[in-house]
């Protein structure tokens, strides 16, 4: 049987052509084999003399600054402005069941302050009871963990200020 070759037009011998079963009726590849080995010798060559494009490839990404910066433009393409502030809208409601401008009555019925240590200019996070999931109001990062690692048991945190409260024994270190 005959085959043409797509690249040089001639008809030549099956055995002429590899074996392409997943992309052709025939199951042969399209072009010829001799066809095929010259398009793979000229790919392969580049101006730097390396043995393949892909290495060429991988040389002008190895760059660790370039590769940085490419992460950086990628992410920053598919963080736009207003998708940045639909995911944090649907971040509040799924974790907390509240809204942007709640969040924003809070911090101003709270004077901009954390609820607990009263320090202004600190970035507040949003407290909430974790056995229901009740928003109780916003703290600093330094209290919101402080309580957290206390178990949110008003127990225990008032044992930590009558331990606070007391005076050292005579003669500690």
């Given at each position: 049987?005959?085959?043409?070759?797509?690249?040089?037009k001639?008809?030549?011998?099956?055995?002429?052509?590899?074996?392409?079963?997943?992309?052709?009726?025939?199951?042969?590849?399209?072009?010829?084999?001799?066809?095929?080995?010259?398009?793979?010798v000229?790919?392969?060559?580049?101006?730097?003399?390396?043995?393949?494009?892909?290495?060429?490839?991988?040389?002008?990404?190895?760059d660790?600054?370039?590769?940085?910066?490419?992460r950086?433009?990628?992410?920053?393409?598919?963080?736009?402005?207003?998708?940045?502030a639909?995911?944090?809208?649907?971040?509040?409601?799924?974790?907390?069941?509240?809204?942007?401008?709640?969040?924003?009555?809070?911090?101003?019925?709270?004077?901009?302050?954390?609820?607990?240590?009263?320090?202004?200019?600190?970035?507040?996070?949003?407290?909430?009871?974790?056995?229901?999931?009740?928003?109780?109001?916003?703290?600093?990062?330094?209290?919101?963990?402080?309580?957290?690692?206390?178990?949110?048991?008003?127990?225990?945190?008032?044992?930590?200020i009558?331990?606070?409260?007391?005076?050292?024994?005579?003669?500690?270190?």
């Open positions: 049987m005959l085959k043409t070759c797509a690249k040089c001639e008809n030549k011998p099956n055995s002429e052509f590899s074996a392409n079963k997943k992309k052709t009726k025939d199951g042969l590849q399209s072009w010829c084999k001799v066809c095929h080995r010259a398009y793979l000229e790919w392969v060559q580049t101006p730097d003399g390396l043995t393949s494009r892909r290495q060429s490839v991988y040389k002008a990404h190895s660790p600054v370039k590769k940085v910066k490419i950086e433009l990628e992410r920053k393409a598919h963080q736009k402005p207003e998708s940045k639909r995911k944090k809208r649907w971040k509040l409601m799924r974790e907390y069941g509240v809204t942007p401008e709640q969040v924003i009555a809070m911090a101003d019925a709270q004077g901009n302050v954390c609820a607990i240590c009263q320090i202004e200019g600190r970035k507040l996070n949003i407290d909430r009871r974790h056995s229901d999931g009740v928003v109780r109001g916003l703290l600093c990062r330094g209290c919101n963990v402080s309580i957290g690692f206390m178990g949110d048991s008003p127990e225990l945190l008032a044992r930590a009558a331990y606070l409260k007391k005076d050292p024994p005579k003669g500690s270190i």
